[in-house]
T-cell receptor
């Protein structure tokens, strides 16, 4: 399977609260799970990723969790700020031999001041 | 921050015209990917290379699309006969492996 399902598609949170985005994947051989942030008119920027030999990774205000058994990974943004407002995409490699990524449909995050 | 260079940033073509865009990967990155992001923000993988060799490409790429990554020259993606449905953001990404992919600014193609 190639699909990566991402939910929710729209997320509105109050400044200072946390935001969570969840993704599920089909390919059990997938071994790398990146998250991209894309602001309007800009290119996607890699903000954090996790490999299959880890269950949790944290950098600055971002936490990624991976549950290989459930084929699920999630992004948690703690203490959200208006600057976190953007579109977020998860991805997983459909083909680990070539690196081809399959992307989720994206989550529009709005952080209200 | 990504050091991938893509030119031009904007490209406007009429239907049936050729559209060509270029990508210079980050120094030391042997793997180059091309993705198309449509107006609904959906990503579609087109093709990728390791050095000059094609690793994988989709069927669509074999027809109107062509791409290459010659030695010591920018990589390129060319649409032989543009169609309205090709209007999209074309993203080039490079990687030092098959994992972390860093995107360039993209070429936004509009086919009138």
């Amino acid at each position: 399977g190639e699909q990566v399902e991402q939910l929710p598609s729209i997320l509105r949170v109050q400044e200072g609260s946390s935001a969570s985005i969840n993704c599920t994947y089909e390919n059990s051989a997938s071994n790398y799970f990146p998250w991209y942030k894309q602001e309007p008119g800009e290119n996607p920027k890699l903000i954090i990723d996790i490999r299959s030999n880890m269950e949790r990774k944290q950098t600055q205000g971002l936490i990624v969790l991976l549950d290989k058994k459930a084929k699920r990974f999630s992004l948690h943004i703690t203490d959200t700020q208006p600057g976190d407002s953007a579109m977020y995409f998860c991805a997983a490699p459909y083909n680990t031999n070539t690196g081809k990524l399959t992307f989720g449909d994206g989550t529009v995050l709005t952080v209200k001041p | 921050n990504s050091k991938v260079i893509q030119t031009p940033r904007y490209l406007v073509k009429g239907q049936g015209q050729k559209a060509k865009m270029r990508c210079i990967p980050e120094k030391g990155h042997p793997v180059v990917f091309w993705y198309q992001q449509n107006k609904n923000n959906e990503f579609k993988f087109l093709i990728n290379f390791q050095n000059q060799e094609v690793l994988q490409q989709i069927d669509m790429t074999e027809k109107r699309f062509s791409a290459e990554c010659p030695s010591n020259s920018p990589c390129s993606l060319e649409i032989q006969s543009s169609e309205a449905g090709d209007s999209a953001l074309y993203l080039c990404a490079s990687s030092d492996s098959y994992a972390e992919q860093f995107f360039g600014p993209g070429t936004r193609l509009t086919v009138l």
